[in-house]
């Protein structure tokens, strides 16, 4: 990595958690990822789940024809787990690079989790599947029950699910998706290895969740996990200002219409694949962490996925950027992550 004065040049980086939904928004919001991003592996919860080989070819066409054809963006797919998942489908995908790994919801948990699996029992037998065939295993980490407070749901998934599923599978790689608590930067301090590693948000970096209330409510700061309190935020900032290698970037840019967010029932997720990278240099500037951005965005992810490291590079530069204050898809709009903000850092060219 160089670094002089306001220029920043780093191998360049991939999105370990993207959502990019399908036709209208899909075409809308895929070349805001592909800009920055050499590579991105694609979440599956769409309104149609993408549960089998055969979807996941016809949604990754989807993308690639979507796509600004200058950009070298190669999507990497993920397969929905649902109780019915058959192992030998999910072992031929693995094996054929069609999934690079699959995904975890719990029943009910976030956005299209409805066919989400109702109690991690049902798939022994797919994770003992994967555990043999090296196929990482991604999880939305949070325990779902009424009597479960909105603020401890990771850490009592991280206690009741996760910990004695790693001890069922000690062997099966594991990564626990957009930490949000000090239990979690914990607990991957502690056990992160080559088995187990967690991705952070941007969002959970800047903001706490008096930002979700400063001012009247905030829609557009709703997200799950949602945001917690100012000590978790900071934990996860010293996380990445620590440099281990267990942590690295996933955006979980997650675009919905504002028609979805501003309603009775507004839907979880921020979009902000317009500024996630900008958003992490800043973040590693303000901690003065700068050494540490690189292996954050562009190793420790190939690494644990066994995939090789770019090998081109991007340059950042310490210029002023708006984010655009909204995006209109047909007769509706997305309103981006940091809409209408200035930004220290811009892309070079
Ligand atoms: C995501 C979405 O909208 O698909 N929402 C979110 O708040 N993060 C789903 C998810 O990753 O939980
Ligand atoms: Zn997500």
């Known amino acids: 990595m160089t670094e002089y004065e306001k220029k920043i040049t780093i191998i360049k980086p991939d999105d370990w958690h993207v959502h990019l939904r399908d036709n209208k928004i899909l075409k809308k919001v895929i070349n805001y990822t592909g800009k920055f991003y050499a590579r991105a592996l694609i979440m599956p919860n769409l309104d149609d789940p993408i549960t089998n080989c055969f979807k996941s070819i016809s949604y990754r066409n989807r993308i690639l024809k979507s796509m600004n054809w200058n950009y070298k963006f190669q999507p990497l797919m993920t397969c929905y787990l649902t109780d019915r998942t058959i192992p030998e489908e999910l072992e031929i995908g693995f094996l054929k690079k069609i999934f690079i790994a699959a995904k975890l919801y719990p029943y009910c948990s976030t956005t299209n989790s409805k066919k989400g699996v109702k109690k991690i029992?049902?798939?022994?037998?797919?994770?003992?599947?994967?555990?043999?065939?090296?196929?990482?295993?991604?999880?939305?980490?949070?325990?779902?029950?009424?009597?479960?407070?909105?603020?401890?749901?990771?850490?009592?998934?991280?206690?009741?699910?996760?910990?004695?599923?790693?001890?069922?599978?000690?062997?099966?790689?594991?990564?626990?998706?957009?930490?949000?608590?000090?239990?979690?930067?914990?607990?991957?301090?502690?056990?992160?290895?080559?088995?187990?590693?967690?991705?952070?948000?941007?969002?959970?970096?800047?903001?706490?969740?008096?930002?979700?209330?400063?001012?009247?409510?905030?829609?557009?700061?709703?997200?799950?996990?949602?945001?917690?309190?100012?000590?978790?935020?900071?934990?996860?900032?010293?996380?990445?200002?620590?440099?281990?290698?267990?942590?690295?970037?996933?955006?979980?840019?997650?675009?919905?219409?504002?028609?979805?967010?501003?309603?009775?029932?507004?839907?979880?997720?921020?979009?902000?694949?317009?500024?996630?990278?900008?958003?992490?240099?800043?973040?590693?500037?303000?901690?003065?962490?700068?050494?540490?951005?690189?292996?954050?965005?562009?190793?420790?992810?190939?690494?644990?996925?066994?995939?090789?490291?770019n090998k081109e590079t991007i340059t950042l530069i310490k210029k002023p950027l708006k984010i655009k204050k909204r995006i209109s898809v047909g007769n509706n709009i997305i309103i981006p992550f940091l809409s209408g903000k200035i930004l220290n850092w811009s892309l070079e060219n």
């Open 121 to 309: 029992s049902h798939i022994t037998h797919i994770l003992e599947r994967m555990e043999k065939i090296g196929m990482p295993l991604l999880i939305h980490g949070e325990e779902v029950n009424k009597s479960i407070d909105i603020y401890d749901r990771e850490a009592e998934f991280i206690k009741n699910t996760l910990d004695p599923l790693r001890n069922c599978f000690p062997k099966l790689k594991i990564v626990l998706e957009h930490i949000t608590t000090k239990e979690s930067v914990e607990y991957i301090k502690k056990y992160g290895s080559n088995y187990l590693c967690a991705t952070i948000t941007p969002h959970h970096l800047i903001l706490n969740r008096n930002d979700m209330f400063s001012g009247g409510i905030q829609p557009y700061l709703y997200c799950l996990p949602i945001l917690k309190k100012n000590i978790h935020q900071k934990a996860l900032r010293q996380a990445i200002a620590s440099g281990n290698k267990h942590f690295f970037l996933g955006s979980d840019t997650a675009p919905h219409l504002h028609k979805d967010k501003i309603n009775f029932f507004g839907c979880a997720g921020i979009f902000n694949a317009p500024s996630s990278l900008l958003s992490y240099v800043t973040i590693f500037e303000e901690m003065q962490a700068l050494k540490y951005l690189q292996s954050f965005c562009s190793e420790n992810g190939p690494k644990f996925y066994n995939l090789p490291i």
